[in-house]
């Protein structure tokens, strides 16, 4: 049959991506230095265990209340000016960290912080359809890979800060700049493809709600948002549950955390590398629900694994085979017809919403039924994430755009 015929793409993507990405890893070293300098945090905030997983949580719990809106109101005007609004509110918010001297007054500013990566993660569908088109997958992997990136930055250089003072100025500063960097070079579309003023003026005199709704009717997008959900919920808990678990199997604290990281060198090469790959065949469907359901076996036998490299290689594949799928899920929805361009922020602020609602929820129902077994919590984790392979397999091929 005849090849069709892709678009050209205009060079300035890879700037757009490049600043995109670059907030993303900026966004995980911020929300995880709370976690890479919790023995000064803690008792500086007089703050409990519980308080302590409330804060690391705080970015992402203002995405649950933003992200439905975030899509929708970039719809009407665009995403760059919602994301800039978002800058703002975050960089004052990353800066109060260093007034901030309880529980309340940090939970606020790190929620705060959150505001600009909650109206950004909601429109990275639309903002890389519209700028890589044919090639969004590959745009979505490398921006979820920036936040594995992020996290290990976090990790190793947290210590590396005489004070806790140093380390959130100089976090804050990089976000400051990065924001100004958004400011003056992303653009919403390229060269020669703005939106025409007639149907601008339009779409700015609708409601942001009625852009919502159009997407809420795609079926589709929902069983999008249930995949990711249940698979960002499974990955959650996979990763919360490595230090205790390798702890109780007579590793010591710091072993088990070295471990545990590994996951995160596998996921970060799985989002990168893993569209690029899936992009391969005419029917991305059976390698999906293939590595699907591999990643999810590894899941499941993490428990019984002996300790050392076949665990350290164990791990490595599970977070390369977990991660390879996310991104092309979460594009997916822009290449629906009732979807497209114009509704791809009010899409993507519904997977948004609900696969969070999910991330939270998951880890929850599988620690109460599983208990205090880590066999089992295993057990139910890969079953979890593996049992997302049907909602793949009811969805269209992603592939279908990319082969005549």
């Not at 804060?55 to 919602?82: H, Q, Y």
């Not at 114009?342 to 929850?364: D, E, F, M, Q, R």
Request: proline content about 5%; glycine content about 10%; charged content about 10%.
């Amino acid at each position: 049959m005849e090849q069709k015929q892709l678009p050209k793409l205009s060079n300035y993507r890879w700037v757009i991506l490049a600043i995109a990405a670059l907030l993303d890893m900026i966004s995980n070293y911020v929300q995880f230095q709370i976690s890479s300098l919790a023995t000064q945090i803690m008792p500086a905030l007089h703050i409990t265990m519980p308080q302590f997983q409330s804060l690391l949580m705080a970015p992402m719990l203002i995405a649950v209340v933003l992200s439905i809106p975030a899509g929708s109101l970039a719809d009407k005007f665009g995403a760059k000016k919602i994301v800039t609004v978002g800058l703002i509110v975050s960089v004052i918010g990353a800066f109060g960290r260093l007034w901030a001297n309880n529980f309340i007054t940090m939970m606020i500013m790190l929620m705060m912080f959150g505001v600009y990566m909650a109206l950004l993660n909601a429109n990275t569908m639309k903002i890389f359809g519209i700028w890589f088109k044919q090639d969004t997958n590959m745009a979505m992997g490398i921006f979820f890979a920036s936040a594995s990136v992020g996290i290990m930055l976090s990790q190793i250089t947290g210590p590396m800060f005489p004070s806790v003072k140093a380390a959130y100025i100089f976090s804050s500063i990089v976000l400051l700049v990065l924001g100004v960097c958004w400011v003056l070079f992303v653009k919403d579309t390229p060269k020669g493809e703005e939106v025409p003023k007639q149907e601008m003026q339009a779409d700015q005199a609708a409601s942001s709600w009625s852009f919502f709704k159009e997407a809420a009717k795609s079926k589709k997008t929902w069983i999008v948002a249930l995949c990711v959900g249940c698979g960002m919920g499974a990955s959650e808990a996979f990763s919360g549950i490595l230090p205790q678990a390798f702890a109780a199997r007579g590793m010591s604290p710091q072993q088990a955390g070295t471990v545990a990281a590994i996951a995160t060198v596998g996921s970060m090469f799985g989002s990168a590398f893993g569209p690029a790959i899936i992009n391969k065949p005419k029917n991305a469907k059976p390698l999906m629900i293939g590595i699907t359901i591999l990643g999810g076996v590894s899941m499941a036998i993490s428990w019984y694994v002996p300790l050392g490299a076949v665990l350290t290689i164990n791990l490595v594949i599970g977070g390369l085979l977990g991660a390879m799928t996310g991104p092309i899920m979460q594009a997916m929805p822009i290449t629906f017809p009732e979807i497209g361009p114009k509704y791809a922020g009010s899409a993507g602020g519904l997977v948004g919403t609900v696969s969070l609602l999910l991330s939270y929820c998951v880890p929850i129902i599988i620690s109460m039924i599983a208990g205090k077994s880590y066999l089992m919590t295993f057990i139910i984790q890969g079953l979890v994430f593996a049992l997302t392979a049907i909602f793949m397999a009811i969805l269209p091929n992603p592939n279908a755009g990319r082969h005549r």
